[in-house]
T-cell receptor, first 113, second 114 residues
């Protein structure tokens, strides 16, 4: 099956700890995205990447970091600098160029202990 | 940057009735408008989209209309069913030059009562 996978489904973070969320796609999409969703709110863009080894900050990048070493993978690290990390994190991918939409993974819920 | 406003935030209808969700956008350069359905605890799923050179698009019980002059677009669901209950998000994109970067509305919780 083609699609986007995110792991884990639930993740717990202790104070001062960095955690990494995984996102993998086999859709052969060049672009990948990370969003944060808080209860009752829309999606806010954290980082996005349109090509391997390149990425740009979104609207709420502070306290997060990413890498794009492979086309299929776009991991997100929530650092200790992110003071309010509890949220639902969504990864998406799309082709680049043309008016095409994004396809989302199932999400990872991050909770702080 | 682009700003997308979505109304209403909650909508409750009886099964079989129609539901309408409206969005406005601020950047006249936006040219692509997808709609997503998100069920509880899951990622959003694309249900329909429209491009700026089209005024209306239909897919079975779902339709989307676009008014570029007024900078607003709407989602119409006819003959609603309980399985239509979910959160619906609209989004806007400038498309080509921004690599499909989307700006989302804040969502509408639709409840279809049997």
């Amino acid at each position: 099956d083609g699609g986007i996978t995110q792991s884990p489904k639930y993740l717990f973070r202790k104070e001062g700890q960095n955690v990494t969320l995984s996102c993998e796609q086999n859709l052969n999409h060049d672009a990948m995205y990370w969003y944060r969703q808080d209860p009752g709110q829309g999606l806010r863009l954290i980082y996005y990447s349109q090509i391997v080894n390149d990425f740009q900050k979104g609207d709420i990048a502070e306290g997060y970091s990413v890498s794009r070493e492979k086309k299929e993978s776009f991991p997100l690290t929530v650092t200790s600098a992110q003071k309010n990390p509890t949220a639902f994190y969504l990864c998406a991918s799309s082709i680049v160029g043309g008016l095409k939409s994004q396809y989302f993974g199932p999400g990872t819920r991050l909770l702080v202990l | 940057g682009e700003n997308v406003e979505q109304h209403p935030s909650t909508l409750s209808v009886q099964e079989g009735d129609s539901a309408v969700i409206k969005c406005t956008y601020s950047d006249s350069a936006s040219n692509y408008f997808p709609w997503y359905k998100q069920e509880l605890g899951k990622g959003p799923q694309l249900i329909i989209d429209i491009r700026s050179n089209v005024g209306e698009k239909k897919d079975q019980r779902i339709a989307v209309t676009l008014n570029k002059t007024a900078k607003h677009f709407s989602l119409h669901i006819t003959e609603t069913q309980p399985e239509d209950s979910a959160v619906y998000f609209c989004a806007a994109s400038i498309g080509e030059t921004s690599g499909s970067r989307l700006t989302f509305g804040e969502g509408t919780q639709l409840t279809v009562n049997p």
